[in-house]
């Protein structure tokens, strides 16, 4: 193959993965909110960053906080967020780069994620904070800093991406073009019920067709793929002791696990819990989301654990 040839399958192709993502773009719809409740803005470094409050603002302050995947959001709360307005005035962020909140194209660390969940928990009375995954080490980490009255951790964990992290994985996400095709094949609708699938949801069918297109939706906006290159090539991934840190909070913590969780397995949650003296909660036929398979035994689990501060 000539030179010339070469270059111009290579237009070609280039063309077409351009024309792709343009069309995804146009096809892709606003994001709504995935939760009920009054919706909100916090200014952060110069970013909007949305979150969904309910409940009465008198009662005691719970701040949810979602974990890191391609396609997060505060929606991973929907199980549970109605019944814990009822008794809290509870708040769901979208974490910068997520959701409806702004996602500028940052190189996210966990360093920004534990500086925004200081920051975002101080505007609270003392909130009791349930967090997921990643963002469970970076809320323990924050708990050093800011006031809180407990902290209910769903399967924490330190490293969530290749460790040491990918710079030219990273990069490479970061391209204008092949970036962003390599972003809409992670999150494409195949790939996002697989890893559900996988390793989200012991049962699939407690995950509707409905989650799974606004998941699509959520990773098809504008600049959708930056916070999600950094937690894929590593670069979110936080090098706290996360038992030593735990243990060292005087306050309630409890770590809630799905007994058949593999990339973070119930051995993993064990040995925390015993390390931290903290107490562990184990839900049966349940993986990475304990609370959205089972919300009612979640909640019975956690309520006497979640410690108020009335406002």
Not at 97 to 116: K, M, V
Not at 192 to 204: E, L, P, S, T, V
Not at 260 to 282: F, H, K, M, Q, Y
């Amino acid at each position: 193959m000539d030179l010339r040839r070469g270059l111009g399958y290579a237009t070609l192709g280039l063309g077409a993965i351009a024309a792709v993502n343009t069309t995804l773009r146009r096809r892709t719809p606003s994001l709504e909110p995935a939760l009920e409740g009054h919706q909100q803005l916090y200014r952060w470094r110069g970013m909007n960053v949305a979150y969904t409050e309910a409940g009465d603002p008198s009662n005691p302050d719970l701040v949810c906080l979602h974990g890191i995947n391609a396609a997060g959001s505060s929606g991973e709360f929907r199980e549970i967020f109605d019944e814990l307005a009822e008794e809290y005035h509870v708040i769901a962020p979208d974490l910068p780069g997520f959701g409806r909140s702004d996602r500028p194209p940052l190189r996210y660390s966990a360093a920004l994620y534990e500086d925004f969940i200081i920051d975002f928990l101080s505007e609270f009375n003392e909130p009791a904070v349930i967090a997921s995954s990643l963002t469970g080490a970076y809320a323990a980490a924050a708990a050093n800093e800011t006031p809180i009255a407990s902290l209910v951790l769903i399967c924490p964990t330190t490293v969530a991406g290749p460790e040491p992290p990918k710079g030219a994985l990273l990069e490479l996400f970061r391209l204008p073009l092949v970036g962003e095709a390599l972003f809409n094949l992670v999150v494409s609708k195949p790939s996002i019920r697989y890893f559900n699938a996988d390793h989200g949801y012991y049962d699939m069918d407690k995950v509707s067709d409905e989650w799974q297109e606004y998941e699509w939706t959520t990773a098809h906006q504008p600049n959708a793929r930056f916070a999600p290159a950094s937690f894929i090539s590593g670069y979110l991934n936080t090098d706290i002791n996360l038992d030593v840190v735990l243990r060292s909070l005087e306050l309630p913590v409890t770590i809630v696990w799905g007994r058949e969780a593999d990339i973070t397995p119930l051995s993993n949650g064990r040995a925390l819990a015993e390390s931290a003296d903290a107490t562990l909660i184990v839900l049966d036929d349940s993986m990475l989301l304990p609370h959205v398979e089972f919300p009612s035994e979640f909640l019975e689990g956690v309520s006497d654990r979640i410690v108020a501060i009335k406002n």
